[in-house]
């Protein structure tokens, strides 16, 4: 290989490896979402922290991992989850101390003590899906780390 083409090689895979990190979220995304399937299906947090069972002592969320979608924004890997699991992965129902919380919680003691009626809506927090700015669990770096290996041998071919 001649001294130019051999530039030109270098500075082909220097400029796939500017785009590694969107080839990386591409690969990772099946295998991401299969964790966080795998941790839902065993009743778990993303981390590894069991959940809470339900008051009846049986498995709570059975139908969590089977909700969990997932899609690729740029270089990240998005995961989302619909009604009724959402509720469950931040928990509803009480456990909110914002202002408006409090206010609302207000609001319904007074509606139930004027009318008798009582709202029977609780989530209890059973995290499902990581949080937002709480970093990657560990089992999902692992998994990123293992596609990423492999999308920077096929770079530097």
């Given at each position: 290989m001649s001294g130019r083409?051999?530039?030109?090689?270098?500075?082909?895979?220097?400029?796939?490896?500017?785009?590694?990190?969107?080839?990386?979220?591409?690969?990772?995304?099946?295998?991401?979402?299969?964790?966080?399937?795998?941790a839902a299906a065993a009743g778990e947090s993303p981390s590894g922290e069991p959940w809470a069972p339900k008051k009846d002592g049986g498995k709570a969320l059975e139908g969590a991992a089977g909700a969990?979608?997932?899609?690729v924004e740029?270089?990240?890997?998005?995961?989302?989850?619909?009604?009724?699991?959402?509720?469950?992965?931040?928990?509803a129902g009480g456990s909110s101390t914002t202002k408006e919380a409090e206010r609302h919680r207000q609001r319904t003691t007074a509606r139930q003590a004027?009318?008798?009626t009582s709202s029977k809506f609780h989530a209890p927090k059973?995290?499902?899906?990581?949080?937002a700015g709480e970093?990657?669990?560990e089992p999902?770096?692992?998994?990123?780390a293992d596609v990423a290996k492999d999308v920077f041998g096929k770079a530097v071919g």
């Open positions: 083409a051999s530039l030109d090689a270098f500075i082909a895979g220097v400029e796939r490896l500017g785009l590694m990190n969107r080839d990386v979220a591409k690969a990772a995304e099946k295998p991401v979402a299969d964790v966080a399937r795998k969990i979608e997932s899609s740029g270089a990240k890997v998005v995961l989302t989850i619909g009604k009724p699991y959402v509720f469950h992965n931040h928990g004027s009318t008798g059973r995290q499902i899906l990581p949080a970093g990657v669990p999902m770096k692992s998994a990123i």
